[in-house]
């Protein structure tokens, strides 16, 4: 059986004009290939699939497209789905032995979905480190340490803690245990009635009735993401639009896989936020505030000071609205596209 050779790992300031793969990313001058779910990249559709780690494993498993003048590999940004892709290719042998619970730690990572137990523990112990650089370092020398650029030294470091997660994943428990704690929360939660999820399934909109005493429970008013961990949610349904509404705050999100190249049905394209605030203030008189649909997961925001008038809409009534709104609305977002995502108002 023909296997791949392991790649050699270089950041981005260190490639020079040396050819590479991207990982996770987008081309640069000298990329021979793009391995990568982001919006417009030049991946072979042949090898498309949800994640880029997922798409890096068929790579890996393919001969006949491999590009066997090319030994190294880099990636632009920090996060788990590139550190994961980035495995295959610098550990191929490892990460193929482990690929199943590596493409779950990936997704947990991108998309927070949980569906294996053990990979929620690495994805959170991973995320971890990745928001603590000082904890990275504790791992390795500083003869090991002495890039300059932070995330060269984090994937490189990283990249060997990786396997050692896995195999030894009780040693980094603690790492992830404030979000696992989030997690169960959220989960016992919806298992209790005071959070209640029910799916649009044509419009790909999830919305959830959030109990006012959530908002409260750790003894003061607070925003939506404070008390309920959305990666449970987003656990829960796979619609890639999500409405939650309690009795003082609105808020709508775009989940992160309708900004890249999602292969698997179901999720529709992402409308432009903005148009829909205005739509909202308009019809109902509430103000909000809303992001371009090019952010990774842009959010429409009913804020609690808006009680008051809050109070005078019916739930019913903003779900229509929005629901009629993205039924309706021209496409903003479209990764598919080749050139810029972003599309005009006419579609």
Same mark, same amino acid.
């Given at each position: 059986?023909?296997?791949?050779?392991?790649?050699?790992?270089?950041?981005?300031?260190?490639?020079?004009?040396?050819?590479?793969?991207?990982?996770?990313?987008?081309?640069?001058?000298?990329t021979?290939?793009?391995?990568?779910?982001?919006?417009?990249?030049?991946?072979?559709?042949?090898?498309?699939?949800?994640?880029?780690?997922?798409?890096?494993?068929?790579y890996?498993?393919?001969?006949?497209?491999?590009?066997?003048?090319?030994?190294?590999?880099?990636?632009?940004?920090?996060?788990?789905?590139?550190?994961?892709?980035?495995?295959?290719?610098?550990?191929?042998?490892?990460?193929?032995?482990?690929r199943?619970?590596?493409?779950?730690?990936?997704?947990?990572?991108d998309?927070?979905?949980?569906?294996?137990?053990?990979?929620?523990?690495?994805?959170?112990?991973?995320?971890?480190?990745?928001?603590?650089?000082?904890?990275?370092?504790?791992?390795?020398?500083?003869?090991?340490?002495?890039?300059?650029?932070?995330?060269?030294?984090?994937?490189?470091?990283?990249?060997?803690?990786?396997?050692r997660?896995?195999?030894?994943?009780?040693?980094?428990?603690?790492?992830?245990?404030?979000?696992?704690?989030?997690?169960?929360?959220?989960?016992?939660?919806?298992?209790?009635?005071?959070?209640?999820?029910?799916?649009?399934?044509?419009?790909?909109?999830a919305?959830?009735?959030?109990?006012?005493?959530?908002?409260?429970?750790?003894?003061?008013?607070?925003? +939506?993401?404070? @008390?309920? &961990?959305?990666?449970? !949610? =987003?656990?829960?349904?796979?619609? *890639?639009?999500?409405? /939650?509404? #309690?009795?003082?705050?609105?808020?709508?999100?775009?989940?992160?896989?309708?900004?890249?190249?999602?292969?698997?049905?179901?999720?529709?394209?992402?409308?432009?936020?903005?148009?829909?605030?205005?739509?909202?203030e308009?019809?109902?008189?509430?103000?909000?505030?809303?992001?371009?649909?090019?952010?990774?997961?842009p959010?429409?925001?009913?804020?609690?000071?808006?009680?008051?008038?809050?109070?005078?809409?019916?739930?019913?009534?903003?779900?229509?609205? +929005?629901?009629? @709104?993205? &039924?309706?609305?021209? !496409? =903003?977002?479209?990764?598919?596209? *080749?050139?810029?995502? /972003?599309? #005009?108002?006419?579609?």
């Amino acid at each position: 059986m023909d296997t791949i050779h392991p790649h050699h790992y270089l950041g981005l300031e260190e490639l020079g004009d040396l050819p590479h793969l991207v990982v996770d990313g987008a081309p640069r001058e000298h990329t021979t290939l793009v391995l990568s779910h982001w919006p417009s990249t030049p991946t072979p559709r042949a090898l498309a699939r949800d994640l880029s780690a997922e798409i890096v494993a068929d790579y890996v498993s393919s001969p006949e497209h491999w590009q066997r003048s090319t030994v190294v590999v880099t990636n632009d940004h920090l996060d788990i789905d590139g550190l994961v892709s980035l495995h295959f290719l610098v550990d191929p042998d490892f990460a193929l032995a482990h690929r199943a619970l590596l493409i779950e730690i990936a997704r947990i990572g991108d998309f927070g979905v949980v569906r294996d137990d053990a990979a929620a523990d690495v994805a959170w112990a991973l995320e971890t480190l990745m928001d603590e650089p000082e904890l990275i370092g504790a791992h390795l020398g500083e003869a090991e340490m002495a890039q300059s650029n932070a995330t060269t030294r984090a994937y490189r470091t990283l990249l060997q803690v990786l396997p050692r997660i896995i195999e030894r994943p009780e040693l980094y428990h603690s790492l992830g245990a404030p979000q696992r704690a989030r997690f169960t929360q959220t989960v016992a939660d919806m298992a209790d009635d005071l959070l209640t999820l029910r799916e649009i399934v044509g419009s790909d909109l999830a919305v959830i009735d959030v109990d006012e005493s959530l908002s409260t429970r750790d003894g003061g008013d607070s925003s +939506i993401e404070s @008390y309920i &961990d959305l990666s449970a !949610i =987003a656990s829960a349904t796979k619609c *890639s639009r999500l409405l /939650l509404l #309690s009795s003082s705050e609105v808020l709508y999100r775009d989940r992160y896989e309708s900004w890249v190249r999602y292969v698997s049905p179901g999720v529709l394209l992402r409308r432009d936020l903005e148009e829909l605030s205005r739509l909202l203030e308009e019809r109902t008189g509430l103000p909000s505030a809303a992001d371009p649909p090019g952010a990774l997961t842009p959010s429409l925001r009913i804020a609690p000071q808006n009680l008051d008038r809050r109070a005078s809409i019916g739930d019913g009534e903003l779900v229509q609205l +929005i629901c009629g @709104y993205l &039924d309706r609305a021209p !496409i =903003a977002w479209d990764p598919w596209a *080749s050139g810029s995502p /972003l599309r #005009s108002a006419s579609g």
